[in-house]
């Protein structure tokens, strides 16, 4: 069984939030949800200042603090490495989004849309994937996955079968795919050298690696 994970390239990143509306178009999250999104920092000191655009999600940890706080049993980490969260067990107490680290879990309080009480006709479909009094977050688009892997498909390779935020990156500065495999793309990422977690302190082991932006460029990655 393959452990999905992704690896994210901050130096190729420009912060154009391709990932964030991909995102919300295909997983039609509601106002206030932002399952993938961007910050923007600066680094260093005048004359010497870096912009620094940080794409955050769900970082699928492989010792999810959510999990272990969870009381119903909603949230689970399944063997493909992917944290969900099942709305028919959420009991909406929101313990997860207070032990996330990475502030990558959403309350879904209302059924109000972009507009107000009135919906478009694409809130009106979407938003019934989700389950009002629950707690909502970044699957890595286990639909597209599993989809696409009925069809013999590819993760990470095929769009068909890879997360929106992955095929809609214009600088094509992420990754996708089973950290496990030594011969997939994120995997080389990973064990190049470079490659970094955000927040190793915490102890929960992300399956989301950030590529460093101020590093030297030797190879096409």
Request: charged content about 25%; glycine content about 10%.
């Amino acid at each position: 069984m393959p452990r999905y994970g992704m690896v994210i390239d901050l130096l190729r990143c420009i912060g154009c939030y391709g990932c964030q509306t991909s995102c919300k178009a295909e997983n039609a999250t509601p106002p206030g949800v932002t399952w993938a999104r961007v910050e923007v920092t600066e680094m260093g000191k005048y004359p010497n200042v870096t912009r620094l655009n940080l794409p955050l999600i769900c970082m699928h940890c492989r010792e999810p603090e959510c999990e272990k706080v969870c009381p119903s049993g909603a949230t689970v980490k399944g063997i493909d490495g992917i944290v969900t969260v099942d709305d028919a067990k959420c009991i909406g107490c929101r313990y997860c989004m207070v032990a996330c680290p990475y502030g990558a879990r959403y309350f879904y309080e209302d059924g109000r849309g972009y507009f107000g009480d009135t919906l478009t006709p694409f809130e009106e479909v979407g938003y019934k994937r989700h389950k009002l009094g629950t707690v909502l977050k970044c699957d890595f688009c286990k639909h597209r996955i599993e989809d696409g892997l009925k069809k013999g498909l590819t993760v990470g390779v095929d769009r068909e079968a890879t997360p929106a935020c992955i095929i809609n990156c214009m600088c094509k500065a992420r990754w996708f795919g089973d950290l496990d495999d030594p011969e997939s793309e994120v995997s080389r990422l990973v064990t190049s050298g470079q490659a970094f977690q955000l927040n190793p302190e915490v102890g929960t082991d992300p399956q989301v690696y950030y590529l460093p932006a101020g590093r030297i460029v030797t190879e096409n990655v």
